[in-house]
């Protein structure tokens, strides 16, 4: 698939030279962090060492005294604390931490987690039922809730009240909770609207231990669940996003919970764990439990209080993580199907498909995969409670939200992100819906937002590349949305021995660019390139550095993203 190489704006040179001399680094690398907002010695010092002291003040929070009033009292008052959360990577963690914490402080507390496939998403009936009956009185949803205005109602007419910790986008009338933590409701004045679910709840935890004059310290143990929501959820890694997500590599490398710990041994990742690992290794692990079983079960290996029930559980998750991919298999080959063998479907610029007996709890991976392949806004629906229910993927700078948003009289129940949504709708909708989307987003997205994107960050010579280059480069991490790792382009670069194709997809060259060393390159899945190659002319190469260890020896590689020829 043809991609776009949109290079960065370059900064002015003056900028440049004089972060270069006050941090002493080369101008490829201070013209990346200039791009990136830093461009003074203080702003280096606090983006290469981000310190907690930098996290903003949680009673900036809208509602924040408020939410933490009510939580003392309920404590002081002896009620019983129910935590609820969504099912999926960010839910389950956000209700571990607050569990976490709250328990080892107050005893009359217990968590709730949705079955995805009999109750769905949000706060449900069943759940405030099942709160009600526990004797719950202060209900504190974590990951959802900001769109459940009848759910949180019905509990304030059974005397159970609601503090709503959400980073969802909210629409329509607010649900009726003592508090709403969420950034991005009207008129809040928090400066960080990107925080995960679990972000919100971690401000919360933080804002009682402040008013409390707790040692924090025992809340930042925690740091490896917010980091692992953080990377799940795709929240951009900038600003307090990226603090958390530093700290919380670091506590998930040094001190990880006993149920994350077994989760990476199962998953063969060693230290260091990176966004990457997170995201590939440890989340569809995570997610597989709330996909396949019940959610509930992630939330107790995350809990876990001893190495044998953390392994038990663990080998649980990764043996429904198999089953998953099974699944994830069989219906990506059966939507990209349906998709080839309709040619209006194959023309359109987006894509809804719907099979009744498609598994729920995979449907927005298979949503992802037809991304990949077809890069348009698609949505996977599939029949669950005599329902349609989907999950919504979007393309780079397309707001699928509000796409979804400019349908939603034929819906039931929507909600997400620009990137990433869900919904709900009666299954004699489906073709009017399906028709209706098709026509908002043919009237919206540009043919750009159609091409796949390269944001690049410099042109670059191979020959300043060395270790020296790449250690600063890593000292730019974690990367993630937001904050990616740095994408460069080589010109007139040329093989100096014949490209070789792995496995029957994946592209492996030897390459140089007049005296610079040589660099061997990997380009996963850009095998097609290699009749190109072989004419021996020169190309321009973009790529991303990684280190890579073979027999022991360790050296700097390419990581091909695309290819130009001349």
């Known amino acids: 698939m043809q991609k776009r190489w949109i290079c960065s704006p ?93 328990k080892s402080i107050y005893s009359s507390i217990d968590f709730y987690i949705p079955d995805r496939q009999v109750e769905g998403y949000g706060v449900s009936l069943q759940g405030i039922e099942w709160a009600s009956q526990q004797g719950c009185s202060l209900l504190i949803t974590v990951d959802c809730g900001i769109k459940d205005f009848s759910a949180i109602q019905y509990a304030s007419s059974l005397g159970i009240e609601s503090i709503i910790c959400d980073h969802h986008i909210p629409t329509g009338d607010l649900p009726p909770a003592i508090a709403i933590l969420n950034p991005k409701q009207p008129t809040c004045p928090y400066p960080y609207k990107e925080l995960s679910g679990c972000g919100v709840a971690f401000k919360l935890l933080s804002a009682f231990c402040q008013e409390n004059k707790l040692e924090p310290n025992s809340l930042y143990k925690l740091l490896d669940l917010v980091a692992v929501s953080i990377a799940s959820d795709i929240v951009p890694i900038t600003g307090e996003n990226r603090l958390l997500m530093y700290h919380g590599l670091n506590a998930l490398n040094t001190a990880p919970s006993l149920g994350l710990s077994a989760l990476m041994a199962i998953a063969g990742l060693h230290s260091p764990i990176d966004v990457s690992d997170i995201v590939f290794g440890i989340a569809p692990r995570i997610n597989a439990a709330g ?128 990137y990433a949504a869900g919904l709900t709708l009666p299954i004699d909708r489906v073709d009017d819906f399906t028709k209706r989307f098709e026509e908002v987003v043919s009237n919206t997205i540009t043919g750009e937002q159609l091409i796949p994107l390269i944001e690049i960050d ?70 097609h390139y290699i009749t190109v190659l072989q004419s021996g002319n020169p190309f321009d190469l973009c790529f991303t550095i990684q280190e890579n260890t073979f027999n022991g020896n360790t050296s700097l590689q390419l990581s091909i993203k695309d290819i130009r020829t001349k």
């Open 10 to 102: 370059s900064p002015k040179n003056a900028i440049i030279e004089e972060l270069s001399q006050a941090i002493r680094v080369n101008h490829t690398l201070s013209s990346i962090l200039v791009q990136r907002g830093i461009s003074t010695f203080d702003q280096a010092k606090h983006f290469f060492r981000p310190s907690l002291d930098q996290l903003h003040d949680p009673f900036m929070m809208k509602n924040m005294k408020e939410a933490v009033d009510r939580l003392q009292k309920a404590i002081d008052k002896k009620e019983k604390i129910i935590v609820y959360g969504d099912y999926d990577v960010d839910g389950t963690s956000s209700v571990a931490l607050v569990y976490s914490f709250l």
């Open 291 to 418: 996909r396949l079983g019940h959610a509930s079960q992630a939330v107790q290996l995350l809990l876990a209080q001893t190495e044998p029930e953390a392994s038990v559980l663990a080998k649980k998750l990764h043996e429904q993580n198999a089953v998953r991919r099974t699944y994830d298999l069989q219906m990506t080959q059966e939507a990209l199907a349906l998709i080839e063998n309709d040619k209006e479907k194959k023309e359109a610029k987006s894509t809804v498909l719907f099979k009744q007996d498609w598994h729920k709890g995979v449907i927005g991976i298979v949503a992802s995969r037809c991304v990949e392949k077809y890069y348009r806004p698609t949505i996977i629906l599939t029949a669950s409670n005599e329902k349609a229910v989907g999950s919504a993927r979007s393309v780079d700078g397309f707001d699928i939200h509000e796409a979804i948003t400019a349908c939603s009289d034929l819906l039931e129940k929507y909600g997400g992100h620009q």
């Open 458 to 527: 410099s042109l670059i010579q191979l020959k300043i590349i060395n270790s020296k280059f790449y250690t600063i480069l890593q000292q730019m991490a974690p990367f993630g949305p937001g904050n990616k790792r740095p994408v460069f382009v080589a010109e007139d670069v040329f093989c100096v021995s014949p490209p070789i194709v792995l496995k029957q997809e994946h592209l492996k060259l030897r390459v140089k660019q007049d005296d610079s060393y040589t660099f061997d390159a990997i380009g996963f899945g850009l095998g």
